[in-house]
T-cell receptor, first 114, second 116 residues
Framework: AQSVAQPEDQVNVAEGNPLTVKCTYS??????LFWYVQYPNRGLQFLLK??????LVKGSYGFEAEFNKSQTSFHLKKPSALVSDSALYFC????????????FGAGTRLFVKA | KAGVTQTPRYLIKTRGQQVTLSCSPI?????VSWYQQTPGQGLQFLFE???????NKGNFPGRFSGRQFSNSRSEMNVSTLELGDSALYLC???????????????FGEGSRLTVL
C-alpha cells in the first residue's frame, strides 16, 4: 500500500538559513513524488515533482528536492529561507503501476522568523 | 487562463442538513477530484470524475456523493450532515485521468464547511 510520512509537524528556521522539510514514502512500483504548498485559507499550490531522471529536482520559488531511492526519501530544500516561505507543506506520492490515488502526507508547517 | 473555481468559499450548516459544493476546473481539464482536509486527518481522497464518470472513490460513507457535467464542472453533495463533516473541501483538476496523469494537480481554494 502507498504511504507517505512527514515526520515533523513543524519546522522553525531563521530567515536566510537553509531549510529542509522531510518526506519519506512507500509505494509498490516506482514513485511519482510531489511537493505542494498551502497558504492560509487557500488551496494547494504545486512546487515541484519527480517522475524520472535527475534525482535533484528544481521547482518554484527557489525550492528543490532530492529523490533518494535507497532511503525512499524526497526531502524539500531551499538554500536561503524567506519569511514569506512560512506555510504548510505537503509531500504527495503516487505509484506508476496504474494506481489512481495521490496520497498526501500530513503536512509540515514551516515557520521562518525574521 | 482561469484557475480552478470553487463555490461557495464558506458556508455554515446544521446537523442533518445537506450541502452541495461546486467546482469548475481549468478550461480543457476533464478530470476533477475531491479531497477533504481536516486538521486531524490531513487530506483524504473522496472521489474522481473524468468525462462525467466516477473513476475512483475513497473510503467515505455513501452520504458523500458527486457528479460531473458535460462541461467538466463537478458538484459534490453531502447529505445528513454530521459535526465531523466540518472541513475544507478541496477540488483539483488535471488534464488526464489520475490513473495516467504524471503531472501535478491544480487545486481550487476550497469550500470551508462548518457544521453546527
Amino acid at each position: 500500500a502507498q504511504s507517505v510520512a512527514q515526520p515533523e509537524d513543524q519546522v522553525n528556521v531563521a530567515e536566510g538559513n537553509p531549510l529542509t522539510v522531510k518526506c519519506t514514502y512507500s509505494v509498490s512500483g516506482n514513485p511519482y513524488l510531489f511537493w505542494y504548498v498551502q497558504y492560509p485559507n487557500r488551496g494547494l499550490q504545486f512546487l515541484l515533482k519527480y517522475i524520472t531522471g535527475d534525482n535533484l529536482v528544481k521547482g518554484s520559488y527557489g525550492f528543490e528536492a532530492e529523490f533518494n531511492k535507497s532511503q525512499t526519501s524526497f526531502h524539500l530544500k531551499k538554500p536561503s529561507a524567506l519569511v514569506s516561505d512560512s506555510a504548510l507543506y505537503f509531500c504527495a506520492v503516487r505509484d506508476n503501476t496504474g494506481g489512481f490515488k495521490t496520497i498526501f502526507g500530513a503536512g509540515t508547517r514551516l515557520f521562518v522568523k525574521a | 487562463k482561469a484557475g480552478v473555481t470553487q463555490t461557495p468559499r464558506y458556508l455554515i450548516k446544521t446537523r442533518g442538513q445537506q450541502v452541495t459544493l461546486s467546482c469548475s476546473p481549468i478550461s480543457g481539464h476533464r478530470s476533477v477530484s475531491w479531497y477533504q482536509q481536516t486538521p486531524g486527518q490531513g487530506l483524504q481522497f473522496l472521489f474522481e470524475y473524468f468525462s462525467e464518470t466516477q473513476r475512483n472513490k475513497g473510503n467515505f460513507p455513501g452520504r458523500f456523493s458527486g457528479r460531473q457535467f458535460s462541461n467538466s464542472r463537478s458538484e459534490m453533495n453531502v447529505s445528513t450532515l454530521e459535526l465531523g463533516d466540518s472541513a475544507l473541501y478541496l477540488c483539483a483538476s488535471s488534464l488526464a485521468p489520475l490513473a495516467v496523469n504524471t503531472g501535478e494537480l491544480f487545486f481550487g481554494e476550497g469550500s470551508r464547511l462548518t457544521v453546527l
